[in-house]
């Protein structure tokens, strides 16, 4: 009976881990991390059993170079220097971490084997569409930092047309994200063409919005005036601006909503633990 418990909550916990992978909710874990980065301690994420394991997995995977080179610049977007065949070689072994565990429980009870495949499955798809989705969120926080941008750069323009000095000022205040790759477009800009480097800086980020202001900038740089043109688009980045604040305030609700879903599930799954512990003590009384 005893021993029947403590598996029952272990396969609690295991399920909460997977509930919290899939709608983000901090763990303990995670919490930790973040102390730990407040006090300035080195991170030991790698040295860890699954990056361990994984290692002897990476020489399975032949990736092409298009999804090699989408996958090492979204992990270096965020600071992981993670190699982009590491990174899937993780996601196979967090799945065959999930086979032993479904094999563990299909021998104890079959239900939560099934329960536990499901969600190893969701989570190998999410951590196959992490890549993707890091490229999203930085492509959306360096447009957040767009309308501010382009204000100053139709300011700026009425007293100078140094589009070079524009950037190399405004990097100092950017977004981080932003301020980045204004960085890597400065140091391009300084060993080679200033067209080209923003071009490239087009070409990198991906986002039809900064194409319109590297379009202006630009145009700048080939002697015209785009003072006309910025305040064009900055009324439109403007407007953007607001309805991005609309819905973001309308997604509020659905964030607490997916909170409340993972209470309700795991209050499912310890019901359905304590009726199968239950009802496994009670058929040896019944035979």
Do not use: C, W
């Amino acid at each position: 009976m005893i021993y029947r418990v403590i598996i029952a909550l272990f396969v609690g916990m295991g399920i909460y881990l997977i509930f919290a992978d899939i709608f983000e909710v901090p763990t303990h874990k995670s919490v930790r991390s973040i102390l730990s980065l407040n006090r300035k301690e080195t991170q030991t994420s790698k040295r860890t059993i699954l990056y361990t394991i994984a290692q002897n997995f990476v020489g399975i995977f032949k990736l092409e170079e298009y999804t090699k080179e989408k996958v090492q610049g979204a992990l270096s977007s965020i600071g992981d220097s993670t190699s982009a065949e590491m990174y899937y070689a993780i996601g196979f072994t967090q799945f065959l971490l999930s086979l032993i565990l479904t094999f563990i429980l299909f021998l104890i009870y079959p239900i939560f084997a099934v329960i536990a495949m499901l969600f190893g499955i969701i989570q190998l798809f999410n951590h196959m569409r992490q890549p993707d989705k890091l490229i999203k969120e930085r492509r959306e926080k360096i447009e957040k930092d767009l309308p501010r941008f382009v204000a100053i750069i139709e300011q700026e323009l009425k007293n100078e047309n140094q589009i070079q000095m524009i950037v190399e000022n405004y990097q100092k205040y950017a977004a981080p994200e932003l301020a980045e790759e204004l960085q890597t477009t400065i140091a391009d800009m300084n060993t080679g063409s200033p067209e080209g480097a923003l071009l490239r800086l087009e070409s990198r980020v991906g986002s039809t919005l900064l194409s319109e202001v590297v379009r202006g900038m630009i145009r700048a740089l080939a002697g015209d005036n785009p003072i006309g043109y910025f305040q064009m688009i900055s009324n439109d980045f403007r407007a953007l601006e607001v309805s991005g604040l609309r819905k973001d305030s309308l997604k509020r609700p659905q964030k607490i909503g997916k909170y409340s879903f993972l209470i309700l599930m795991l209050v499912v799954f310890t019901v359905l633990g304590i009726l199968g512990i239950y009802t496994f003590t009670l058929v040896p009384n019944l035979i």
